[in-house]
Structures are given as structure tokens and as C-alpha cells.
């Protein structure tokens, strides 16, 4: 167990994850026009590119708390957030899914729910294996 637990530190999961999300949101945002033509097909609308720049937006402030939990917050505190955080974000993927693949979303497909699942997955089980640990 120990061999797992020293490549599952909550600390670098939530600092990794919480960079990847500040990057993607603005990306998503900058990039809003392609996002929205991926996701919907060459007709898509100007109302598609505000979701696509909304949802970019979105994801900031919940990878600013991980990044800021991986940085600022030691022990048992680190361990919650950083499965809290998974299982807050995993869940809204559980909804969003079968939300946007019943409006044909593009980028609604099984592979993408297996990546954030497996990503997520790891991050909570960081944050359970060093849940019982002294302050850092």
C-alpha cells in the first residue's frame, strides 16, 4: 500500500488538476467559436458560442479551489477537498452526459466520461489514502 500512497499524494493531484482546469477553461473560452463548431456542426449559433465561452468560465472557479487546496492545505483538510472535489465534478459529468448526448452534443462521448472518470477516480482515492495521515 505504501508503493501506491507515494504517487497518491493529494497535494500534486490537486495542483496538477486544478493548472489543467484553469488551462482548459480559458482555452475553451478563447477558443469558443471551434469549441462550438465541434460540438454542434458548421451551423452553429452565436447562443453556441456563449455556452461554449461559459462553460469555459465555469470550470475556473473549481480548479482555482484545487489548485489553491493543493497548495495552501495540509492533512486531513487536503484529503477531503481533494475528494470532494472529485466527487462534486464527477457528479455534474454524471448529469451533464446523458444531457448532452440526447442534444447531440459532439463532445458527449463515451471516451471523454472514461477520462474524467479515471482522472476524477484518482483523485479521490489521493485524497482516501492520506485521509488519516498527520499534518504535512
Given amino acids: 500500500m505504501d508503493a501506491i500512497k507515494q504517487y497518491m499524494k493529494p497535494k500534486w493531484w490537486l495542483i496538477v488538476i486544478g493548472a489543467l482546469g484553469v488551462i482548459t477553461g480559458v482555452v475553451n473560452f478563447a477558443t ?11 451551423d452553429y449559433t452565436a447562443n453556441d458560442v456563449f455556452y461554449e465561452k461559459a462553460w469555459g468560465l465555469s470550470q475556473l472557479p473549481i480548479s482555482i479551489v484545487a489548485l489553491v487546496s493543493g497548495l495552501m492545505l495540509t492533512g486531513r483538510a487536503r484529503s477531503i477537498m481533494a475528494m470532494t ?6 457528479s455534474s459529468m454524471l448529469v451533464l452526459y446523458p444531457a448532452g448526448t440526447d442534444a447531440g452534443y459532439g463532445f458527449m462521448e463515451i471516451q471523454m466520461l472514461v477520462v474524467i472518470t479515471v482522472i476524477m477516480g484518482g483523485l479521490f482515492t489521493s485524497g482516501y489514502l492520506h485521509l488519516e495521515d498527520e499534518e504535512e
Fill in 32 to 42: 469558443a467559436e471551434d469549441s462550438a463548431e465541434m460540438g454542434w456542426g458548421e
Fill in 85 to 90: 472535489i472529485s466527487g462534486g465534478f464527477w
